[in-house]
């Protein structure tokens, strides 16, 4: 049974940074993605980024892009999500999620961590 557990939330200053964690269990193979949502009160779940198993295949919505990384540590079968230059608008719910390569949609996902960022 796939297990996604998501830490590493929290309050911070608009300009600091966060790590946000995704440890992985029940897996199988690697032909999957692992993603990053967020969902803001009031508002639709949002897609941030996503990376490929083995590293590559990276991509970021554009409100994110050039400030938040997804990195992975397969030995730890943990993915990160490195936030820096939070903004206010980057409050949300995080949530980490699966979809394999076959799938045309994300079919396992995390319980969330809530991150603030304050003015």
């Keep these: 049974q796939v297990q ?12 600091g940074s966060l790590r946000l964690s ?6 199988t193979g690697s032909s999957y993605f692992m993603g990053w949502f ?14 490929g198993w083995n590293g590559v295949n990276t991509y970021y919505s554009d409100s994110v892009k050039g400030r938040f990384t997804i990195s992975r ?7 990160y999500l490195q936030m820096n230059s939070l903004k206010p608008e980057d409050t949300a719910v995080y949530y980490c999620a699966v979809r394999y390569v076959l799938s045309s ?3 396992y996902w995390g319980q969330g961590t ?6």
């Design 22 to 27: 995704c440890s992985a269990s029940g897996l």
């Design 4 to 15: 996604l557990v998501e830490s590493g939330g929290g309050l911070v200053q608009a300009g």
């Design 114 to 119: 809530q991150v603030t960022v304050s003015s």
């Design 73 to 79: 540590d397969n030995a730890k079968n943990t993915v």
């Design 38 to 51: 967020r969902q803001a009160p009031g508002k639709e779940r949002e897609f941030v980024g996503r990376i």
């Design 105 to 107: 949609q994300y079919n």
